[in-house]
């Protein structure tokens, strides 16, 4: 009998994960999430949306990909080796950068509730407090 629920259960959760990323439609992504890569890359197609237990993947035409939490908020904007969007740095990030690094560009930006991370051409990781106060540098 502890056998078959042993087994029982083994499937069951089995079942749980090999449903928790599933293919939906660009227009499933909450309305955030969308407004956000309509801001940031207007005219760039999205090519999928792959959704999680924790939120949404998306993956654009041009490479980029980007990760939403499931109210919207990106948690992570990568444009591969092209500079990120004007609109995607926070302000105080974006005139960091400029002031400190003014012919390197951002290519990638990270934010987790308490930091964002922010990756260079040059191969630099820019650390940055929830504030979007500089905190360090790892290369």
């Known amino acids: 009998m502890k056998k078959l629920i042993a087994i029982l259960l083994g499937v069951f959760i089995l079942g749980m994960f090999a449903s ?76 960091y950068v400029s002031a400190n690094f003014p012919t390197n560009y951002a290519t990638k930006i990270k934010y987790d509730d308490r930091r964002y991370e922010v990756d260079m051409n040059n191969d630099l990781e820019l650390r940055f407090d929830k504030n979007g106060m500089f905190i360090g540098a790892d290369d």
């Not at 197609?45 to 499931?70: C, H, K, M, P, W």
């Not at 080796?81 to 926070?90: D, E, Q």
């Open 20 to 95: 928790c990323n599933r293919m939906i439609s660009p227009d499933k992504l909450p309305a955030q999430a969308k407004q956000f890569v309509a801001a940031n890359f207007n005219g760039v197609n999205v090519l999928s949306v792959q959704r999680d237990g924790l939120g949404y993947d998306v993956i654009l035409a041009n490479g980029t990909s980007l990760e939403f939490r499931r109210d919207g908020q990106w948690t992570k904007v990568d444009c591969g080796l092209n500079p990120l969007p004007a609109g995607v740095l926070p302000a105080n990030i974006a005139q």
